[in-house]
C-alpha cells in the first residue's frame, strides 16, 4: 500500500539554526499539507500546497517557513531560524480530492524537531 | 471562530463499548473525519462522515448531526489495540484545499 514517507525520524538542532523536513507523499496525490503537533497538544494545520504554490497558511506560518516542492516526488518544510517553541512533531500529509471518494489526508510518520 | 471539543481522556474494559464524542463549530462544514493516533506515531484514518446518520465499518462507526454540530466515534469489542489517541477533525467548507482542524483527541486507555 503506497505511503507518506517523511525524513529525518527525529531532528536536533540549535535556536537560530536553519532546518529542512523532507517528505515524500503519495505518488499520484495533489494536494501536499504539513501539520505540527506540539507534545501534549493538538495536530496544527501549518500549509497547504497544491499545484507548486501555497494554496492555504495558517497564523503559524510566518516568513521563518517555506515549503517547496523541488522535483516531482519530494515536498519539503523549511524552517529559517529555529525557535524554541519550533520544538514539536511535524506531520506531512497528502490527498487527492480528484479521485473521488472520500480524499482524507494520508500522513507521515512525522518528524520530531527538537531546538536546544 | 472553529472551535472543536472533545474529552480529553477516558477508561474501558476490554471486550466493551465505547462511545467518544465530538462536538465542533466551524465556519462552514465539508466532512468530518475520525483518526487513531498511537503515542509517537501519525494519525491513521478510521471513519468518515459527511452527511447526517451512522457510517459503520467493522468494530468501528461514527455517527454525526450536522444540525447539532455533534458527532461519535463507536468502538465495539474493544482490544488492548485500541489504546491510542482518538482524533476528530473537521474539513471547513470556506477551505478550498481541505485542510483539516483538528480536535485536542481523546486518549483511550483500554484495560483487561
Known amino acids: 500500500e503506497p505511503e507518506v514517507t517523511q525524513t529525518p525520524s527525529h531532528q536536533v538542532t540549535q535556536m537560530g539554526q536553519e532546518v529542512i523536513l523532507r517528505c515524500v507523499p503519495i505518488s499520484n496525490h495533489l494536494y501536499f499539507y504539513w501539520y505540527r503537533q506540539i507534545l501534549g497538544q493538538k495536530v496544527e494545520f501549518l500549509v497547504s500546497f497544491y499545484n507548486n504554490e501555497i494554496s492555504e497558511k495558517s497564523e503559524i506560518f510566518d516568513d521563518q517557513f517555506s515549503v517547496e516542492r523541488p522535483d516531482g516526488s519530494n515536498f519539503t518544510l523549511k524552517i529559517r531560524s529555529t525557535k524554541l517553541e519550533d520544538s514539536a512533531m511535524y506531520f506531512c500529509a497528502s490527498s487527492n480530492p480528484l479521485q473521488g471518494g472520500l480524499y482524507e489526508q494520508y500522513f507521515g510518520p512525522g518528524t520530531r524537531l527538537t531546538v536546544t | 471562530g472553529q472551535n472543536i471539543d472533545q474529552p480529553t481522556e477516558m477508561t474501558a474494559t476490554e471486550g466493551a463499548i465505547v462511545q467518544i464524542n465530538c462536538t465542533y463549530q466551524?465556519?462552514?462544514?465539508?466532512?468530518l473525519f475520525w483518526y487513531q493516533q498511537h503515542a509517537g506515531e501519525a494519525p491513521t484514518f478510521l471513519s468518515y462522515?459527511?452527511?447526517?446518520g451512522l457510517e459503520e465499518k467493522g468494530r468501528f462507526s461514527s455517527f454525526l448531526s450536522r444540525s447539532k454540530g455533534y458527532s461519535y466515534l463507536l468502538l465495539k469489542e474493544l482490544q488492548m489495540k485500541d489504546s491510542a489517541s482518538y482524533l476528530c477533525?473537521?474539513?471547513?467548507?470556506?477551505?478550498?484545499?481541505?485542510?483539516?482542524?483538528f480536535g485536542t483527541g481523546t486518549r483511550l486507555k483500554v484495560l483487561a
Open positions: 462522515n459527511v452527511l447526517d
Open positions: 477533525a473537521v474539513r471547513p467548507l470556506a477551505s478550498g484545499t481541505y485542510k483539516y482542524i
Open positions: 466551524t465556519s462552514g462544514f465539508n466532512g
